[in-house]
């Protein structure tokens, strides 16, 4: 089963990726995840991308799909993407590439999270320096005031993560990647699920779905 989520930043998705890849056995993708490897390695494409991340713009489809496709020829389980694609162009690429390996995307689905809802977690998240692990001052914090619980290392905020930042990275969603949700409503395996639930909640509603 191939498998896309879509949402505003900060909806939730990578949460929900890892439980779902978990269950179904099939592989999360993760974009941010990819160009954080390739930012903190400082790879030719890392010191590309981060211009892009800081400023909170999209990276071009040109590079994602390049990274993409290098990362993926190989893998034969299912795959779970997570905040991919991000435009039209991205997704169209995207099919484009399932169909040179006789596949498809079986499921599309969209965590609709208010914007207001949106703003507040992610100026909230706060990641550690070491290890990578991600807390939210208002829905679980670390024990320690910007502290790493598991490593013991001072926290820090997120370039993207930033209040100016983060506005401007829901306005690009909202001009580049919204009208992915009527391309795939055209395709007949579009879903919507509520991702101002908790975690939990929202993990149900969408594995409901999917069975469907």
Given at each position: ?212
């Amino acid at each position: 089963m191939n498998i896309i989520l879509l949402g505003y930043p900060g909806s939730g998705k990578g949460t929900q990726a890892k439980v779902l890849s978990q269950k179904l056995g099939i592989f999360h993708v993760s974009t941010g995840d990819i160009f954080r490897e390739e930012l903190a390695k400082k790879t030719p494409l890392g010191q590309e991308v981060v211009g892009y991340l800081s400023a909170g713009r999209l990276v071009p489809d040109r590079l994602v799909l390049e990274v993409l496709k290098s990362r993926l020829s190989a893998e034969t389980r299912g795959l779970l993407f997570d905040g991919f694609p991000r435009t039209v162009d991205q997704a169209e690429g995207l099919d484009n590439w399932f169909a040179g390996r006789s596949q498809s995307i079986d499921a599309v689905v969209f965590l609709n999270v208010a914007e207001g809802e949106v703003i507040k977690r992610l100026c909230a998240r706060r990641t550690c320096s070491a290890c990578g692990k991600i807390y939210n001052t208002i829905s679980s914090p670390p024990a320690k005031e910007n502290v790493c619980d598991a490593c013991g290392k001072p926290l820090t905020i997120r370039e993207d993560d930033k209040p100016e930042v983060v506005t401007r990275r829901i306005q690009v969603y909202k001009d580049q990647t919204e009208p992915l949700l009527a391309y795939y409503r055209s395709n007949g395996n579009f879903y919507e699920a509520d991702g101002g639930l908790t975690p939990e909640a929202v993990a149900e509603k969408v594995a409901a779905l999917l069975k469907r």
